[in-house]
């Protein structure tokens, strides 16, 4: 089709706020006036309070607009949209954006420009670069790239990926697999629903390059039931791929195979906890798994399987086609490369920035986020899903570094921050991680199973001031004992928000109007 590229957003998060109905204005619009255009629905670039954003090309480069509504159409067109004259909504050029331009770009780096339908514009971009250098390799080989480029897991425990992908390689069976886990659930996270529905072929080019390093030959993404325009991107882009021989029996002609399917969860938080989806992708409960043996010895139907999640698998490509020190060059400590972070919650600017290692909390809220939404003073915000810590305003010159989170008592997660203003209640922000600990437990092991139970009870106790010292002093051993004694995460890390609301914000808890408890 020839005619002026225009690009509006396919994203779920500007499907929601009326990007079809905007991309269908533009069409008509373009029909009623006799104009010729290329209406390309890509992927966001994460500006999330400017979506729906419209784009078009000119010859100088993209030019954005935003946020635009199906009746602000005409009038766009009636200023120049498609020479990117000036308007109420223009806001120059796309990658000159200061939100956009000061990021750093190597995962997300074709999310937003290009069509994530499209092979070819993959291709064009850069695309299956990784995966042609990963062929010209042995597993061996691939597997020390990986390592030497310090890659570490982005689902939340930071676990070096080259080192899992060793052990998968010298396990020996007939069979191994690559699970990518992406039960995408925790409060305040989208970056791999956004690779998933903007660049769906990084994804499956990472995948592949891991069933090469590894010796699997057979692939599975379980996806949380609740993306299904993910899981449309993804379908087609698998069949695109397999079409051209990028995925099969046969890849590229090189007598290595490798296939890949998406498989649907039913909801379980639980099942974003590797075992446990290994659990349910065999069509069992989600439940804990115990360990050892670990999942890259006896994995997947009991064979050994590279289970990494969406940004981690998606990250592979970069560092095959340019190399692992080049990807190292990035970030700081043992935190290498770059995090996608999400901003959430009360924020001015929320969106998705890719950054490397190194930057701060204050500089993500504040010259990233533009303060609260509200205007009011941030007072806390929880970083790494519902199982994170809360951090004071004091905490907020941490760098975003796996180690420097440690030793605050803190966790990086999968890179969601979730921000309050000076109004939010800490003591029920507390509750609410019990509860949700409650809710969400497998039921496998005790301390999580009745410690989050427990926990609720006594934490309404201590709001309602009934025996507060002896409340806290409970809650805090039993915060131990489910830190210790759980199965896995979800147990073990609930009490990072409890105990960092109680260390942090204890002044929430303590009632004026305190009854002391009888016995």
């Known amino acids: 089709m020839s005619g002026t590229r225009i690009f509006v957003s396919r994203d779920a998060s500007a499907q929601a706020v009326g990007a079809n109905e905007v991309a269908n204005a533009l069409s008509r619009e373009a029909a009623k006036r006799g104009i010729t255009i290329e209406l390309v629905r890509n992927g966001s670039r994460g500006l999330l309070w400017l ?98 480029s310090g890659l570490r897991g982005r689902g939340g425990a930071a676990f070096p990926a080259g080192i899992k992908w060793k052990t998968v390689l010298a396990t020996p069976a007939e069979q191994k697999y690559v699970v990518c886990n992406a039960d995408e659930g925790d409060s305040g ?8 529905e903007g660049d769906p072929f990084v994804l499956i080019e990472g995948m592949t390059i891991a069933g090469l390093a590894a010796g699997a030959t057979r692939g599975f993404i379980y996806l949380r039931w609740e993306y299904p325009q ?12 397999t079409e051209a021989g990028y995925l099969g029996e046969n890849i590229l002609g090189s007598g290595k195979a490798f296939s890949l399917e998406v498989r649907l969860g039913a909801g379980a938080y639980i099942c974003g906890e590797e075992t446990s989806l290994l659990e349910s992708l065999e069509g069992k409960r989600g439940q804990i798994r115990y360990k050892p043996p670990l999942p890259a010895v006896a994995g997947l139907f009991a064979k050994p399987t590279v289970v990494n999640n969406v940004i981690t698998l998606a990250s592979v490509p970069i560092i095959l086609d340019r190399g692992a020190e080049y990807y190292r060059n990035y970030g700081l400590g043992r935190s290498r490369g770059t995090l996608p972070i999400q901003l959430t919650g009360n924020i001015k600017r929320g969106g998705l920035i890719e950054k490397a290692f190194g930057i701060t909390l204050r500089e993500l809220l504040y010259d990233y986020g533009g303060g609260s939404l509200s205007g009011r003073p941030i007072r806390a915000v929880q970083v790494g899903g519902p199982l994170g810590a809360y951090l004071p305003e004091s905490q907020f010159d941490t760098p975003i570094d796996y180690e420097e989170f440690a030793k605050i008592g803190a966790m990086l997660g999968h890179g969601g921050i979730v921000v309050f203003d ?16 409650a809710i969400e437990s497998c039921g496998k092991c005790t301390p999580c199973r009745i410690g989050s139970t427990r926990g609720v009870e006594v934490i309404d106790r201590l709001i309602a001031g009934r025996d507060p010292d002896r409340q806290e002093a409970l809650l805090r051993d039993l915060c131990n004992t489910m ?37």
């Open 189 to 196: 996270t989208y970056s791999d629903r956004m690779i998933m």
């Open 483 to 519: 830190t210790y004694g759980s199965l896995c995460a979800l147990g073990g890390l609930t009490p990072y928000p409890v105990i960092s609301a109680l260390n942090h914000f204890h002044q929430d808890f303590a009632k004026p109007a305190a009854v002391k408890a009888v016995g």
């Open 422 to 437: 000076d109004t939010v209640d800490m003591a029920a922000q507390a509750r609410y991680a019990m509860e949700f600990c």
């Open 230 to 241: 993910a899981k449309i991107a993804l379908d087609a882009a698998i069949a695109a791929a």
């Open 51 to 148: 979506e729906p954003l419209v784009e078009v090309a000119t010859d100088a480069g993209r030019v954005a607009y935003g946020p635009v509504t199906p009746d602000q159409v005409p009038g766009l067109f009636d200023a120049g949209l498609m020479r990117g004259e000036p308007h109420a909504l223009y806001l120059g050029f796309t990658e000159a954006i200061p939100y956009f331009k000061s990021q750093e770009r190597l995962t997300f780096a074709r999310v937003g420009l290009t069509d994530p339908r499209s092979l070819q514009d993959y291709l064009d971009h850069e695309g299956y670069r990784g995966l042609n250098a990963a062929l010209a390799l042995e597993p061996a080989a691939i597997v020390a790239k990986v390592t030497a």
